[in-house]
């Protein structure tokens, strides 16, 4: 599937929202590009006019799926479209055989709660151990989750991408011991997907879930889920429909066989109903510019911004969550003291300030736990950073 190949700098002219912001608030909604602005507007005009099939709306669904599959380094039968993260990390959750004492390890102070409710949920329902793991300086403890896996433990799940302070987990030592004893390895990818180079079959992970409104730069209301093939076709989904099932190859969509009974291969059978085709027409639009830009070649250009935005923040006198720049930061740079606040208010006026002032002054971002959340992605630019950190000196 060929794409048109850009450069950083060709792409970021593909998004009108970056020249009228300075728009590092990825990590809640991504800015919307010409390509994929162009493309609903064709899907809009084909139904605004009837000249559309539902042959056409499938087989949109089916290259937003392929696409994403070439983006992950997976297959499409391990990839199931959904509406969001939560709906893919829930169809995980209720699909494993878990049995009343098993255990699941999790670390609940860096996880959106999303990726936090469904495991309580389980608890309550079935008797599973919720293994709470604590924070390490606003890291994932590694060393800790692995040593909590046991002869009972079923699934380890981690982001990442943390949601608040926003480091990057060091997942592959975790995906190592979960395969050795036999552990669903599951990330939220919510934070990750469009910024880091992800290739699930060199990372070990079992299953992901990331929805299509951050670093993909589509819509809300529309999503992914990776599910390993060994796995997957050994799992039984909760919630069925047609497009679950395997049926003949040629049989229509509303084709019923009542006496066989057998689901769709890998991740498939987790599909539900009608897709979000005009989510998948977007976010089909806009992996192929990503995959055109190449994301190793967006991870490198956000990584460089996000470490000359913290040191410059720190050398204006500012607490920037992690400390010296690192293999820890990514496209997030999160500004003040981690926990001191709640999700849209710190508990430092002087956070609530800055921030107020920089909004006033077009910069888009995001208050989280306490912190001034800064992200980035391929729209953004050196005179960005500079801006903002030139606008905290005048602040200052």
Same mark, same amino acid.
């Not at 920089?358 to 800064?374: C, M, P, Q, T, Y």
């Given at each position: 599937?060929?794409?048109?190949?850009?450069?950083?700098?060709?792409?970021?002219?593909?998004?009108?929202?970056?020249?009228?912001? !300075?728009?590092?608030?990825?990590?809640? +909604? *991504?800015?919307?590009?010409?390509?994929? =602005?162009?493309?609903?507007?064709?899907?809009?005009?084909?139904?605004?006019?009837?000249?559309?099939?539902?042959?056409?709306?499938?087989?949109?669904?089916? +290259?937003? +799926?392929?696409?994403?599959?070439?983006?992950?380094?997976?297959?499409?039968?391990?990839?199931?479209?959904?509406?969001?993260?939560?709906?893919?990390?829930?169809?995980?959750?209720?699909?494993?055989?878990?049995?009343?004492?098993?255990?699941?390890?999790?670390?609940?102070?860096?996880?959106?709660?999303?990726?936090?409710?469904?495991?309580?949920?389980?608890?309550?329902?079935?008797?599973?151990?919720?293994?709470?793991?604590?924070?390490?300086?606003?890291?994932?403890?590694?060393?800790?989750?692995?040593?909590?896996?046991?002869?009972?433990?079923?699934?380890?799940?981690?982001?990442?991408?943390?949601?608040?302070?926003?480091?990057? !987990?060091?997942?592959?030592?975790?995906?190592?011991?979960?395969?050795?004893? *036999?552990?669903?390895?599951?990330?939220?990818?919510?934070?990750?997907?469009?910024?880091?180079?992800?290739?699930?079959?060199?990372?070990?992970?079992?299953?992901?879930?990331?929805?299509?409104?951050?670093?993909?730069?589509?819509? &809300?209301?529309?999503?992914?889920? &990776?599910?390993?093939?060994?796995?997957?076709?050994?799992?039984?989904?909760?919630?069925?429909?047609?497009?679950?099932?395997?049926?003949?190859?040629?049989?229509?969509?509303?084709?019923?066989?009542?006496?066989?009974?057998?689901?769709?291969?890998? %991740?498939?059978?987790?599909?539900?109903?009608?897709?979000?085709?005009?989510?998948? !027409?977007?976010?089909?639009?806009?992996?192929?510019?990503?995959?055109?830009?190449?994301?190793?070649?967006?991870?490198?250009?956000?990584? %460089?911004?996000?470490?000359?935005?913290?040191?410059?923040?720190?050398?204006?006198?500012?607490?920037?969550a992690g400390g010296e720049p690192g293999p820890h930061l990514c496209h997030i740079v999160a500004v003040g003291k981690s926990g001191g606040g709640r999700h849209y208010t710190a508990d430092d006026p002087s956070m609530n300030s800055l921030y107020q002032h920089? =909004?006033?002054?077009?910069?888009?971002?995001?208050?989280?736990? *306490?912190?001034?959340?800064?992200s980035l992605h391929v729209y953004n630019n050196t005179e960005d950073v500079d801006r903002v950190l030139q606008l905290t000196k005048g602040w200052k």
């Open positions: 599937m060929g794409t048109e190949t850009h450069t950083v700098d060709d792409a970021r002219k593909l998004f009108p929202g970056a020249q009228r912001w !300075t728009y590092m608030d990825v990590s809640l +909604r *991504g800015l919307l590009s010409d390509p994929v =602005r162009h493309a609903v507007d064709q899907f809009l005009d084909q139904h605004q006019s009837g000249e559309w099939e539902k042959q056409d709306l499938l087989d949109t669904a089916e +290259r937003a +799926r392929t696409l994403f599959a070439d983006l992950i380094n997976a297959t499409p039968d391990e990839i199931a479209l959904t509406k969001n993260t939560s709906e893919g990390l829930n169809a995980i959750a209720t699909a494993l055989p878990w049995k009343s004492g098993d255990n699941l390890v999790i670390c609940p102070e860096l996880e959106h709660p999303n990726n936090v409710y469904p495991w309580l949920n389980l608890a309550r329902r079935l008797g599973i151990e919720v293994r709470s793991i604590e924070p390490k300086q606003g890291h994932i403890p590694t060393d800790e989750f692995v040593a909590a896996i046991d002869g009972r433990t079923r699934l380890v799940t981690v982001p990442t991408v943390t949601f608040s302070p926003g480091f990057v !987990t060091e997942v592959e030592s975790i995906s190592r011991a979960c395969r050795y004893r *036999g552990v669903f390895f599951l990330v939220d990818a919510a934070q990750s997907m469009g910024f880091i180079d992800t290739d699930v079959q060199r990372l070990g992970v079992d299953g992901l879930a990331t929805g299509t409104q951050k670093g993909l730069v589509a819509f &809300y209301g529309s999503g992914f889920m &990776y599910c390993r093939r060994e796995w997957a076709d050994r799992m039984q989904p909760v919630y069925l429909a047609r497009y679950g099932v395997a049926l003949a190859k040629d049989a229509h969509e509303t084709a019923m066989d009542r006496s066989n009974l057998t689901f769709a291969d890998g %991740a498939r059978r987790f599909d539900l109903g009608n897709y979000n085709y005009v989510g998948a !027409t977007a976010v089909a639009a806009s992996i192929e510019l990503l995959l055109g830009v190449g994301v190793a070649n967006i991870e490198r250009h956000v990584r %460089a911004l996000s470490h000359r935005l913290a040191t410059g923040m720190r050398e204006i006198g500012l607490e920037v920089l =909004r006033n002054n077009d910069v888009r971002l995001s208050i989280r736990r *306490g912190v001034l959340r800064f």
